[in-house]
């Protein structure tokens, strides 16, 4: 059985990082330990008041006393973290518990819509570099791929700055890129998977209002397929297919406007993943 770590934070309420990701990759049959990044009340988009509690200087011994137990992963998947110290810590952890030949999969999770997330600021980003010039595949949406490059932000772009984002992230030494929320049409939205064997890209449905989440959903699902066997493009595919579910169940109600109802159409990845 393949065994993950996945790092990133505790927002106890607001169905996004591990409150996401324990589930879905656990259901897709992927033992899941994780490492909490931080424990928040809630996520920071659209609830104010909300507690933060940094755990960066945890990291160094709970990193000790795995190497003492002699704890290894077969890959990491990293997500929002809490704080710039803390992406050195996890450089470390995954030099010290990753197999030989285990993953490293990095979503940059720090902006969206054009802007870094609150707390978030331009040094946290040149860490983020580093991060993801070290992983194995990052999943960045335009925005955050926008930051880690330095290009323009765009929200119309047509297929050249497209290609000039993935350009600039290879160049960073980021090996393989998943970018989300590529839409070259009102109606429609994608996900490019660019690798050693060129550009590949998944077409789907476009909603009007996007929900809250979904990048978190989007990065565990494709976790947990690619770790169950799928290809990355395929991995990619379910994924994309699983969020369309997950928003089409949740859109149009609006007491739910903080995540998505990933729970009930879990099952619909798990069939896609072992069909
Ligand atoms: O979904 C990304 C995310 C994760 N964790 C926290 C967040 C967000 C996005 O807003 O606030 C705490």
Same mark, same amino acid.
């Given at each position: 059985?393949?065994?993950?770590?996945?790092?990133?934070?505790?927002?106890?309420?607001?169905?996004?990082?591990?409150?996401?990701?324990?589930?879905?990759?656990?259901?897709?049959?992927?033992?899941?330990?994780?490492?909490?990044?931080?424990?928040?009340?809630?996520?920071?988009?659209?609830?104010?008041?909300?507690?933060?509690?940094?755990?960066?200087?945890?990291?160094?011994?709970?990193?000790?006393?795995?190497?003492?137990?002699?704890?290894?992963?077969?890959?990491?998947?990293?997500?929002?973290?809490?704080?710039?110290?803390?992406?050195?810590?996890?450089?470390?952890?995954?030099?010290?518990?990753?197999?030989?030949?285990?993953?490293?999969?990095?979503?940059?999770?720090?902006?969206?819509?054009?802007?870094?997330?609150?707390?978030?600021?331009?040094?946290?980003?040149?860490?983020?570099?580093?991060?993801?010039?070290?992983?194995?595949?990052?999943?960045?949406?335009?925005?955050?791929?926008?930051?880690?490059?330095?290009?323009?932000?765009?929200?119309?772009?047509?297929?050249?700055?497209?290609?000039?984002?993935? /350009?600039?992230?290879? *160049?960073?030494?980021?090996?393989?890129?998943?970018?989300? +929320? %590529?839409?070259? $049409? =009102?109606?429609?939205?994608?996900?490019?998977?660019?690798?050693?064997?060129?550009?590949?890209?998944?077409?789907?449905?476009?909603?009007?209002?996007?929900?809250?989440?979904?990048?978190?959903?989007?990065?565990?699902?494709?976790?947990?397929?690619?770790?169950?066997?799928?290809?990355?493009?395929?991995?990619?595919?379910?994924?994309?297919?699983?969020?369309? /579910?997950?928003?089409? *169940?949740?859109?149009?109600?609006?007491?739910?406007?903080? +995540? %998505?109802?990933? $729970? =009930?159409?879990?099952?619909?990845?798990?069939?896609?993943?072992?069909?």
């Amino acid at each position: 059985m393949t065994r993950i770590l996945t790092i990133q934070d505790i927002s106890c309420v607001g169905q996004c990082s591990l409150t996401v990701a324990l589930p879905i990759i656990s259901a897709c049959g992927v033992e899941t330990a994780i490492l909490p990044s931080a424990v928040l009340s809630t996520h920071t988009a659209g609830f104010s008041g909300y507690t933060f509690r940094d755990l960066t200087d945890d990291m160094p011994s709970i990193n000790q006393h795995w190497s003492k137990e002699g704890i290894t992963f077969d890959a990491i998947y990293t997500g929002y973290l809490g704080s710039t110290k803390q992406i050195d810590y996890v450089l470390d952890i995954m030099n010290t518990t990753l197999k030989t030949g285990g993953k490293k999969i990095v979503d940059p999770a720090m902006a969206d819509n054009g802007s870094l997330y609150p707390g978030f600021d331009q040094t946290f980003v040149e860490s983020m570099k580093k991060l993801c010039a070290c992983a194995d595949i990052i999943l960045p949406n335009i925005t955050e791929a926008s930051l880690l490059t330095g290009l323009e932000y765009k929200e119309v772009y047509d297929e050249a700055y497209i290609q000039s984002l993935l /350009e600039e992230l290879k *160049n960073l030494g980021c090996k393989n890129i998943v970018l989300t +929320g %590529v839409s070259y $049409e =009102p109606s429609t939205t994608g996900v490019i998977v660019c690798d050693e064997n060129g550009i590949q890209y998944y077409k789907h449905k476009k909603f009007e209002k996007g929900c809250h989440g979904t990048g978190d959903v989007y990065a565990s699902s494709f976790v947990g397929a690619y770790l169950e066997g799928k290809s990355m493009f395929e991995a990619a595919t379910i994924a994309a297919n699983y969020c369309v /579910e997950c928003i089409e *169940n949740t859109q149009g109600d609006k007491d739910h406007w903080y +995540g %998505v109802k990933f $729970e =009930p159409v879990l099952y619909k990845l798990v069939q896609a993943i072992h069909n």
